[in-house]
C-alpha cells in the first residue's frame, strides 16, 4: 500500500521539527542575562527556520525562500557553537557575576551574532556567485531571479528559450534553483 503525499509534506514536518526546537530553547532559561539573551537569539533562528520551511510550502520556487532556509539554518549551527564558546568556555570575558555581577557581557551579545550573520551571507554569496560563474549564468538573468515573482507576467530574460535550460549556448539562473530549492 502506497500513498503519495501532498507536496511540501517534507517542510511542514520539519518545520514543526524546528518549532519544537524554538519551543524548547525558549524554555531554556538559565537565570543569568547572558544566557537569557544568547538562547533568545537562538530561538529567533529556529523561528525564522520555520518559517522559511513553510513559506518554501507555498512558494516552491523561490530562490529567496530556499536561501532564507539555507541561512538560518547554517546560523543555528554557527551561533550553537558560538553559545558553547560563550557560556561554557570559561573565558572571563563571558563571565558575568565575576568578580562583581555586571552586565556587560549580556550588552556584547548581540556584537558576536552580528559579526556571524555578516560572515555568513558574505559565505553564502560567495559560494551562489560561484555557482553561477561555474554555470555561466549571465548577469541579465541574475538580476530577473531577483525581481523574483514581483517580475511582470511573462517577462523572461534576454536570450531565454522558453522550455530550454540552455539559451544561446549558456545556462540560465533558473538551473541554480533546483540546487537550492529541491531537496
Not at 4 to 20: C, H, I, R, S
Not at 122 to 136: K, N, P, R, S
Request: charged share 5%; aromatic share 14%; proline share 10%.
Amino acid at each position: 500500500l502506497a500513498v503519495e503525499l501532498p507536496n511540501g509534506t517534507q517542510n511542514v514536518f520539519t518545520a514543526t521539527g524546528f518549532l519544537m526546537q524554538a519551543f524548547l530553547v525558549s524554555m531554556a532559561q538559565k537565570g543569568n542575562m547572558l544566557a537569557d539573551n544568547s538562547y533568545y537569539l537562538l530561538f529567533m533562528m529556529s523561528m525564522a527556520t520555520a518559517v522559511c520551511l513553510l513559506l518554501e510550502v507555498a512558494f516552491p520556487t523561490s530562490l529567496f525562500v530556499s536561501c532564507g532556509r539555507t541561512y538560518s539554518t547554517y546560523m543555528q549551527a554557527v551561533w550553537f557553537f558560538n553559545l558553547a564558546a560563550m557560556l561554557y568556555g570559561g573565558s572571563p570575558m563571558w563571565d558575568p557575576v565575576s568578580p562583581l555581577p555586571d552586565m556587560a557581557p549580556a550588552m556584547f551579545v548581540p556584537v558576536p551574532f552580528v559579526f556571524w550573520l555578516n560572515a555568513t551571507s558574505l559565505f553564502m554569496f560567495i559560494v551562489y556567485a560561484g555557482m553561477a560563474w561555474a554555470i555561466g549564468t549571465p548577469p541579465d538573468d541574475v538580476v530577473a531571479l531577483a525581481a523574483g515573482p514581483v517580475a511582470p507576467p511573462g517577462y523572461a530574460p534576454p536570450g531565454y528559450a522558453p522550455g530550454f535550460g540552455r539559451a544561446n549556448g549558456k545556462h540560465v539562473f533558473s538551473e541554480m534553483v533546483p540546487l537550492v530549492a529541491r531537496h
